[in-house]
Each structure stands twice: as C-alpha cells, then as structure tokens.
C-alpha cells in the first residue's frame, strides 16, 4: 500500500462542484478521500516526510488533459520524442495527453499505435493517441477503426491536414460513431490556402506573404456539420464531430449554432489564439517575420481573438488543447515562407489561460481548470480521469494561481524552443505534478 | 508599424546591424534626406575620388532571383566607390546543393564581406540574413515585400521631374539641358502631389514601397487596378502619416489625378492560378498613348520595369516626353551607392 497526502490546498474541482480548503488522501493510485483540513492529522503524523506535500497556498486541481499534441516520435526524434513531450507536459501540469498521428511513418496501424504506446517510450505521464482517420492520412480510405479503438485509441484524425473528401468524412463519421469515438477534424480547405502562411488581411499583405482567408476554417466546419445533420436524418447514428484549434469567428458560429441544434459537435481552443493576434509575425521588436508565430491555424485578426474568448467563455468551446508542435530551431530559423507550421505549448497552456482568461477577461478559476481537464476528458470520454472524485485516478496539479512569472524557452523540458512566448508574462506556476499517485514533478 | 515602434526609440532596439535597409518602414524622413543629400553628394564628387570611397572594402550580392537593373546598379554603385564585389546567385553556388540562406550569409561573411544586397524570392528574407549575419543587409526586393531602393529611386526620380525647389539637399535632374533642383526633404516635399501607382500592387514590392514612403512626403498615393489585383487588404500599406492611401478601380478618373503616373507589370510567375482576363485587363488598364493625352497629358509616366511592352503600357507612352523610365534607372545607381556607403558606415 502507497499513500500520499496533499495537505492544506485549495482544492477545485469543477467535476464536482468542488473549492475549498481541504486535504488529499491519495492510496495505491487514486484518491482516497478528501477531507477539510485537519482530519488526516493521525495519519500525517505516521507518515514520513516525503510522502506529505504542502500545498499552502495552492491550488490542488485535476491534473490537465491536453488531447492534441504533437510528440514527434516515430520518426522526427530530432524534434521532441515521447519522454521529452511528455516530460514538458509534466512540467506544464499535464498527466494525461493524445498524441497526434502525423508521425514519420503516419500513426495508421494497431502495430504503430501498440509501438506508440509500449512503455520503452518512457512516456512521463498518462500518454493516449489519435491514429490517423485515414490511411497516411492521405483522406482517401479510412483505418480499421475498430481494430485500432480495441487498441486504445481515442479518437481519429489526419490532424495538420483535414478529410477534405465528403464520402471519406462520412465514412470516418458513421465508422467513429459505431465505435462511440470522436472524428477530430483539421479544419482547412487546402483547396483556399495553397502557399498561404498566415491569416489574410492587412497584415499579409504589408508583409507581402499570401493569406489563409477564415473562410478556408469555416468552409469546412460547415461541411461537417452538415454531414452531421444528415447521417443523424439517414441513420439512427450520432456521429461525434470535434472541431480542433477553432480559431475564426465564423467557425465559431457555425459550432455555437449546430450545439443549439442539438449536435454532437465538440471543439478546443489552443492558447496562442486567445493570447496573440496575426500581429506576432510581424512584430519589430522580435524581429519580423517571426517564424515562432507561424502555426496552422494561424494567427488571426483581433475580432478573431475575441471570438475565441467569448465562446470560451460562453461554453461554445469545450476545452483547451495546445496543439504542441515543436520544430528543431534549424528549421525554424528558415524564410517565413518556408518554415514549419506550430509551436511548442505544453509548458505555457495553464500561464496563459489564467493570465488572459482568467485574470484578463474574469473566467472563474474553476471554468480555466475544467476546460483543462474535465472538459477533455469528457470530449475522448475518459472515465476515472478529469475529476478528483474519490476513486479516481490520482491525477493531480498543484500550481501556486497567484504568481506571476516570466517562461524562459532555454529551460523548456521538451527538445526544441519553437515559442513566441519566450520573456512572455505567465500567471500560476505548476508547483507540483501527480500521475496515479506518483509525483512526476515537483 | 515598425517605424512607429522606432520613433518611441529607446525600447526598442533594433535586431538588424546600423546601416541595413530591409524596409522602407525602418526609414525615418530625416533618414531619407540624409540619403538623398550623400546620393547628390556622391553624383558630385569627381570620379577618382568616389572611388576611394569604399576602397578596400567588401560587398557580397546575394541573388536568388532574376534581375537586370538592381543587381548591375548594385555592383556598379559598388565598384565606382572603389569596393570590391562578389555576386552568388542560387543557381551557380551551394544554394542548389540546399545550402540555408543562413549558412549562406554566414560563408558570406567569413569570407570577409561586411555588407550583403539580397534579392530573394521569399518574403522576408534580408530580415532573417541580418539577424543570423549581424551584417548591414540591403534589401534588393524580397518576394512581394519590399523594394525600397527602388522607392528611394523613384522619389528622386520625381523630385528632379517634378522640379521640387527647397534649400538642403541637391538633385541633379538628368534630363539635358534641365536645371539642377534643390530639394529639401521634409514631411510635406510632396504636398500637393497625387502618385497613381497602377496594375499589380498584390504581387508588387515596387508599389509596397512606394505606398509606404511617398505619403510620409506629403505624397497622395491612389493604388489603381482590379480586384484581383489590389484587394481592399492594401489599405494595410497605410503607415498612417501624411495622406491616406486610396483606392480607384476606374483608372480613367485616377490618371485624371495623377501627377505621377506608375505602371506595374503583371507578375505572372506570381499568379499563382489566379485567373485574369488579360484582354479585359489590357482595355481598363493600359496606359497607351490615347489614354494619356486624354486624361493625363501633363502626368510623369514611371515603370519599374521590367516592362511588358504591350500589356500594360505602350511604345509611345514607355518612349514618350512625358516618360522617365531610363531616368529611374539612372538615379537608381546614383541611390544605391549612397545605400552602400550608409551600410558601411563610412562619411562621404
């Protein structure tokens, strides 16, 4: 038997309606009772030191749920591979996140996700995957859904492109749904954005690079919402569209609409898209042309920005998710045109949230920790996760939500420094990371 | 605006080496008389004494694009101030091997160049060669960006036809027989003067630059061309100092404005798919000389070039009096060698 206790916190969790000063027992794994302060008093005083953590002035929440990240390997180790991605999750508050299947080869197969998933990955937290919607993800014929859900994964997705196909998302719906999984969808139509690396609009043109309209993101949510509709008239399925990184108004409407309708349309925010505006790339000071602000979606117009805000905050989005995407600096530090789509986001997610939700716009603290943990584990309906219910897994965050910080890229725990948030100011620091029991990071 | 970001000066500093003109955003209106008064300097100085200007000194002149005027006024700016030149093109060095551009500029510099002039397909590309060299780096047109020589060209061009009187800083109009114009470069040198820039301003670095500078002369800039080729995007060229940038679809009713009038090639090879209907194009758009007499019979006539004799303008226009397209090019040499000396850091 293995106890920890997690002493004078404030406990929140959104699951159950949880804040409140309390103690954490956690036994063999998962959380064995929480009690107001005082009540382990016994049990404190037989354990040895080591096995006790004050949290004095700290949040004691679910450990967060990233449920899109890139972690590179196989295939692209020079980047990130599973133990650094991961180890840059612990450090960011993370104990459970999905990796994405554009791996080098494509994660397509039970024996890639198998491999993924093996423990010689040394994966530091709870690692789940996404394999590809698509065979190579080339969107022209779906996986063996079922063979590769009976293996674990959570979800399917060709993620960094979209199911442009109308028959191949159909397909990948009605399969997904049989299987009671989400399709998550990258949403872009290609056919708008050929050479295109940033939002269009004034911005692009001054810098003199080829814009992505919001129409390329809307165009295709609008498409899969109305496959929703009509495999919900043709069939008895329900087919679960999440929308990922939704970064336009227009998108956003067309999701808070179908929700209205009653459709089962999830869909995340990443950080970047409600902290900066399409203004980073082409800011002097960090030198135009920042290729640490390229990313796809890119960065859009401040309407745009506010867009996602609000519809964090009026429960149109879901959850967050990072989108974690580390490049090696080399090809980072390319022409703008050039370089790779993405950004890493693990260690900056919950400093960003409570600086800008939180603190700047007046989200509830529980609402910043749901959307970051109960909310995604509710979108891959993952039970026994999200929530600090007795029972559960013990998968805790402790962050200091008062503190004010400034993330340094050089101290990142993942492999590469591809951040636009390098000096950049963060609010709460993660003081201590809890996978099943077992501290991951302190 | 980067410039903005400039004039709050002490807390922002700039990433690029003194002396590296990337855009003409970077360029303060002191900067741009202080150009302009060593360009007229230099045209001056008799010629065995400009070419002890940069002598001893080295000039790389990095092109990963095609070019005729730029890259010759480049080098021979660079040679007549006596500094020593090497030409790397993209398709006669390790760039074809997939040899970076910052690898490239770093061989450039260990090699002993201390300025390099870039021509670049891709957007942004001195800025990224500045930063990873600390060298000065001229900017000689970066995909659709910038150009900003040849915007500094231009408002010579037009301050000498335009016969533009002021007290401090000279141009000598080349036009024979014409008298030398004094010039003095200030917020409002151009006051009163409409600049019709018409055609492709989508793919146009010319027209970016331009758009960019002239209004902060006091210039009226009215961006003339169809909507394929000039979304509403382009009031983003808008610095917001002097007057604001318009845009007229009728070019008609903008030549009838025009004191200047600038003509842009359809960049075809940046098209990208885009569909025109050249026909069309050319019956809305072609200065030819009917169009000219009627609406703008007074108006300078300037291209960039290339030109597509033609298209978008016609032998007699691109050959006629009111033409100063071979005088760009002429003041293009005489800018250029003051962009090198500036980028060198030496007084002349």
């Given at each position: ?23 954490v027992?956690?036994?063999d ?26 949290a ?23 980047k ?13 508050g993370?104990t ?73 998302m159909?397909a990948a ?5 049989r299987l ?11 056919r ?28 295709i ?43 089962h ?19 002097y ?6 290729t ?50 993405g ?30 943990s ?5 979108v ?12 559960s ?18 101290a ?31 | ?66 070019s005729?005027?730029t ?40 090699l ?41 060209l ?36 151009l ?21 960019m ?15 394929e ?11 917001g ?23 842009l ?10 569909a ?30 290339p ?23 002429t003041?293009g040499?005489?800018?250029?060698r003051?962009?090198l ?8």
């Amino acid at each position: 038997m293995s106890e920890l206790l997690i002493l004078n916190g404030r406990v929140v969790d959104p699951a159950q309606g949880t804040d409140e000063a309390c103690d954490v027992l956690v036994r063999d794994g998962r959380v064995a009772a929480i009690e107001p302060p005082g009540r382990f008093t016994g049990l404190s005083n037989s354990l040895p030191n080591e096995l006790q953590m004050d949290a004095a002035g700290c949040v004691v929440a679910p450990g967060l749920i990233d449920i899109h990240v890139h972690l590179r390997e196989p295939g692209q180790t020079h980047k990130e591979t599973i133990a650094t991605g991961t180890a840059a999750a612990a450090a960011g508050g993370f104990t459970t996140v999905v990796a994405m299947p554009n791996t080098t080869p494509v994660n397509d197969s039970v024996a890639g996700l198998e491999w993924m998933l093996a423990p010689e990955r040394q994966s530091q937290v709870n690692l789940l995957a996404m394999p590809a919607a698509t065979l190579g993800s080339m969107g022209r014929e779906i996986t063996d859904y079922a063979a590769l859900v009976e293996a674990g994964a959570v979800g399917f997705t060709d993620d960094g492109k979209p199911v442009l196909e109308d028959e191949v998302m159909r397909a990948a719906l009605l399969a997904a749904a049989r299987l009671g999984v989400p399709v998550s969808q990258h949403a872009e139509d290609t056919r708008m954005t050929g050479g295109c690396s940033m939002n269009a609009g004034r911005v692009a043109f001054r810098l003199g690079l080829r814009g992505m309209p919001v129409e390329a993101e809307s165009r295709i949510v609008e498409r899969d919402l109305r496959l929703l509709r009509e495999i919900e008239r043709e069939s008895r399925a329900r087919p679960h569209l999440h929308v990922q990184h939704v970064s336009t108004a227009r998108a956003l409407a067309a999701i808070r609409e179908a929700k209205a309708q009653g459709l089962h349309v999830t869909c995340e925010a990443a950080p970047h898209h409600f902290t900066l505006t399409e203004d980073a790339v082409g800011d002097y000071s960090a030198g135009e042309y920042c290729t640490n602000a390229k990313m796809n979606p890119p960065l859009r117009a401040e309407a745009d920005r506010l867009a996602v805000v609000e519809a964090l905050l009026d429960g149109t989005i879901d959850c967050i998710a990072t989108d974690h995407a580390p490049h090696a600096s080399h090809e980072k530090e390319v022409e703008f045109e050039r370089a790779p789509n993405g950004i890493t986001g693990l260690e900056t997610a919950l400093g960003l949230a409570l600086r800008v939700l939180h603190r700047e716009h007046g989200m509830a603290l529980g609402r910043v920790i749901a959307l970051m943990s109960a909310q995604p584990a509710g979108v891959i309906g993952l039970k026994q996760r999200g929530s600090l219910r007795v029972g559960s897994y013990a998968d805790v965050v402790v962050f200091d939500a008062g503190v004010e910080w400034k993330y340094r890229a050089v101290a990142s725990r993942s492999k590469s420094r591809n951040t636009p948030f390098d000096g950049a100011e963060m609010v709460g620091r993660v003081r201590a990371t809890i996978g099943r029991g077992a501290i991951l990071r302190q | 605006m980067a410039h903005a970001a400039l004039a709050e000066g002490d807390r922002v500093v700039s990433p690029y080496a003194v002396g590296s003109l990337l855009s003409v955003e970077q360029l303060s209106v002191a900067d741009v008389a202080e150009i302009l008064a060593m360009t007229g300097r230099l045209e001056r100085m008799d010629a065995d004494e400009r070419a002890r200007v940069l002598k001893g000194r080295t000039v790389a002149l990095l092109f990963y694009e095609s070019s005729t005027r730029t890259r010759t006024s480049f080098e021979l700016a660079a040679k007549s101030l006596g500094a020593t030149t090497t030409l790397v093109s993209d398709k006669s060095s390790s760039i074809e091997k997939g040899e970076s551009l910052k690898d490239t500029g770093l061989t450039l510099r260990a090699l002993g160049a201390e300025c390099i002039v870039l021509r670049h397909a891709a957007s942004g590309a001195p800025s990224l060669l500045a930063r990873a060299t600390g060298l000065p780096v001229l900017n000689a047109g970066d995909g659709m960006h910038q150009h900003p020589s040849q915007a500094l060209l231009d408002l010579r061009t037009m301050l000498a036809r335009l016969e533009i009187r002021g007290s401090t800083s000279q141009v000598s109009s080349s036009r024979p027989g014409a008298p030398s114009v004094v010039a003095d470069i200030h917020a409002g040198t151009l006051a009163g003067v409409t600049v019709v820039i018409a055609g492709d301003i989508l793919h146009s670095r010319v027209a970016r630059s331009n758009a960019m500078l002239l209004p902060r002369l006091g210039a009226k800039v009215v961006l003339c061309g169809p909507e394929e080729l000039l979304p509403e995007d382009a009031l983003g060229l808008d610095t917001g100092e002097g007057p604001a940038i318009e845009i007229e679809r009728d070019f008609d009713a903008a030549l009838r404005r025009a004191d200047v009038a600038m003509m842009l090639r359809i960049q075809r090879e940046r098209l990208a798919g885009a569909a025109l209907d050249l026909e069309e194009y050319v019956a809305r758009y072609q200065l030819n000389g009917e169009r000219l007499a009627a609406c703008a019979p007074s108006a300078l006539v300037m291209h960039p070039g290339p030109m597509i004799r033609g298209m978008e303008i016609t032998d007699e226009v691109a050959d006629g009096p009111q033409s100063a397209i071979e005088e760009q090019v002429t003041h293009g040499l005489a800018v250029r060698r003051a962009l090198l000396v500036r980028a060198l850091g030496v007084q002349a």
